[in-house]
């Protein structure tokens, strides 16, 4: 079996079909017989302050770390016994590192819960909890939710938005989370509006979605919540298309700078739970996509290795695809299929590699055309090839929300997203060159 990088193919997604593929299914459990725990920051890659060694009988939800930078915990996803280190890729930091290997005793036995905290908790308690359960952004990117609340009440916010755009074709995680956890969700979301000082959450998801609409359309026990509505496009999703098409403002940054802070929708009904008293052990990614035999969507320990979940759901379809964490449009396959589901996960894309033969470029202008930031992939690209910095900077890619579009829609198959996304880098490294120099100068 072959696994491939691969981006710029031409997969003619029909978002809604690609959907159907999971949509509506019964949602697969599956208990791996093992589980790997990366031992460093999923960001930084600094190792994780450990709190048990190899050897230890561990409870699901035990605490095996903290992350150096946050202070975030990192949990036991399994009850059983941590019977090795082993060094396996991380689909995030995009190299190998170490991980301990629980062996999964299927037991579940579990750490005492924490204390409920009910309507009643201050938002001190509430921050307080974000932080103890580690709750990160389960969009995709991970951010902690937490840093988003932490002193928000000196930031004006009036608004909550609530994520549930899910544009990626083939992901339904959020949808349906949406249908089975109502309660939850809202009960989530009261808990961020209250935090924030907010006056409204609106929960915000696509046209076209007639169960969302008969599950949602009475909200009359949660006055300060109400739905919206977004065109059926991708990216939809994106935070500052969101925060226009709903709110008809702008940000330069950070939606805060517009009053407004952005929560995905699993998000909150995972803060529901750590209200409740649970830690995230567990979770429901979409495994889709034409390379996997039986796509699902797969309730299952954080932690589990993509291959393990897909030889569950039947293996491959065919002798060659590719594996993303993530939906196809975003995320990039990986080199390795071993690599783990990360708290901040919420899928498998597998597709079959079709091999494709650049061409020219034909100077049609689709990408500039298409790019959701306004920029100019073309130029970008043609200036970091020629490693013309000046134009690089002139051109601006730190704006570039890596959507994939310009990929996507480019005739030559010319995987323009790569090049935007090394300018990105490299333009990030000789901003802060010039703020540094800047600095010494001033002194
Ligand atoms: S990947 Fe970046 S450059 Fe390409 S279309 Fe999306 S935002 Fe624009
Ligand atoms: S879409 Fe492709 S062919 Fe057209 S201008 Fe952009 S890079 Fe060139």
Redesign the pocket.
């Known amino acids: 079996m072959s696994i491939f990088t691969t981006f710029g193919q031409k997969h003619l997604y029909r978002i809604a079909e690609t959907k159907k593929l999971t949509m509506g299914k019964e949602i697969l459990s599956f208990e791996p017989k093992e589980v790997f725990v990366p031992v460093v920051d999923p960001v930084t890659s600094k190792p994780v302050d450990l709190k048990v060694a190899v050897g230890d009988e561990v409870k699901e939800g035990q605490l095996i770390g903290t992350r150096p930078e946050n202070g975030l915990p990192v949990f036991a996803s399994v009850s059983g016994k941590i019977v090795r280190e082993e060094t396996l890729f991380h689909a995030n930091l995009g190299r190998n590192v170490k991980h301990f290997v629980i062996e999964n005793d299927l037991k579940h036995v579990k750490v005492e819960p924490l204390k409920e905290l009910g309507d009643d908790a201050t938002s001190e308690e509430i921050v307080a909890r974000m932080k103890e359960v580690g709750l990160s952004g389960h969009g995709g990117a991970g951010f902690p939710t937490f840093i988003k609340y932490q002193g928000v009440t000196t930031k004006n916010i009036d608004t909550i938005l609530i994520n549930a755009v899910e544009c990626e074709p083939f992901l339904t995680t959020d949808h349906e989370a949406m249908l089975k956890n109502k309660e939850e969700i809202l009960k989530g979301i009261s808990f961020m509006i209250k935090v924030a000082g907010a006056e409204k959450a609106y929960i915000v998801y696509k046209k076209g979605n007639p169960d969302l609409d008969e599950a949602y359309a009475d909200l009359s026990s949660y006055p300060n919540i109400e739905v919206r509505k977004v065109k059926n496009v991708y990216p939809a999703g994106w935070e500052r298309y969101i925060v226009k098409a709903t709110l008809k403002r702008t940000y330069n940054r950070l939606p805060a700078e517009a009053n407004v802070i952005v929560n995905n929708v699993t998000t909150c009904l995972m803060l529901a739970k750590a209200m409740k008293g649970e830690v995230e052990t567990r979770k429901v990614i979409t495994v889709s996509g034409n390379g996997v035999q039986n796509p699902n969507n797969v309730e299952l320990p954080i932690y589990t290795r993509a291959i393990d979940v897909i030889e569950f759901l039947g293996g491959y379809v065919g002798e060659s695809v590719s594996v993303s964490f993530g939906g196809p449009m975003c995320s990039r396959g990986v080199m390795d299929d071993k690599a783990v589901i990360l708290p901040f996960n919420n899928a498998l894309t597998i597709l079959p590699r079709i091999k494709l033969d650049t061409l020219p470029c034909l100077r049609c202008g689709a990408?500039t055309e298409?790019?959701?930031?306004g920029?100019q992939?073309v130029e970008i690209k043609q200036a970091y090839q020629a490693k013309n910095m000046d134009r690089m900077l002139a051109l601006t890619p730190w704006h570039?929300?890596?959507?994939?579009?310009?990929?996507y829609v480019c005739p030559s198959k010319i995987d323009?997203?790569d090049f935007?996304k090394k300018a990105k880098l490299m333009t990030s490294v000789q901003l802060k060159k010039m703020e540094a120099q800047k600095s010494k100068e001033g002194k």
Do not use: D, K, R
């Open positions: 990408c298409h790019c959701p930031s920029l992939p570039c929300i890596a959507c994939g579009l310009c990929s323009v997203n935007v």
